[in-house]
């Protein structure tokens, strides 16, 4: 907001429409793709299609996404929630190790990778977990081939994977 009061209008000059990401100045979907592709941070632009478009049902698929959002209430979010309760958030449910954030409890438990393990031998791939489930979300994994057939088996083991989680 503070960015706003700096901007000064002109009373003499007219309005005019101006779009700097294509060389018209024309709003398109197409210029909007590609400077959002060319975005540094791919989190803000999470694949709403492979979890919505995919066939799980939709508790599977509105989980999937709460996860993705970071909105699941593990210890850790629940400590800064409600800090005068006694929580440890250095228990993970699963391992009963580590801290149990999402990236923890989806991607980085023990419990949880070898699932994942077992997922990726399953398709006949090596699998390293990535740094966050976002980043899991945005990889373009071919695990189970290129047909509609493939994608489509890939999508309901990874989401359901999740939901077994």
């Given amino acids: 907001m503070s ?5 000064r209008f002109s009373p003499s000059l007219a309005d005019s429409r101006a779009w700097s ?29 492979f979890l919505w478009s995919s066939k799980v049902p939709s ?30 958030p250095q228990w ?20 949880t990778i070898g699932l994942w393990n077992k997922l990726f031998k399953l398709a006949g791939l090596d699998w390293v977990p990535p740094r966050s489930f976002e980043d899991m979300l945005v990889i373009a994994f071919k695990g189970l081939g290129n047909s509609l057939r493939g994608k489509t088996l890939w999508q309901v083991a990874c989401l359901t994977l999740v939901w077994i989680v």
């Fill in 59 to 88: 508790k599977v698929k509105a989980l999937a996404w709460i996860v993705a959002h970071g909105k699941v209430n593990t210890n850790d979010k629940l400590q800064l929630i409600r800090p005068y309760k006694s929580l440890c």
């Fill in 92 to 111: 993970c449910i699963l391992c009963k190790g580590n801290g149990e954030s999402i990236d923890h409890l989806f991607l980085h438990c023990p419990v």
């Fill in 3 to 7: 960015s706003l009061n700096s901007v």
């Fill in 21 to 49: 990401l294509s060389s018209s100045g024309l709003f398109s979907v197409k210029s909007f793709f590609l400077a959002s592709s060319k975005v540094s941070n791919p989190v803000l632009f999470l694949p709403a299609k």
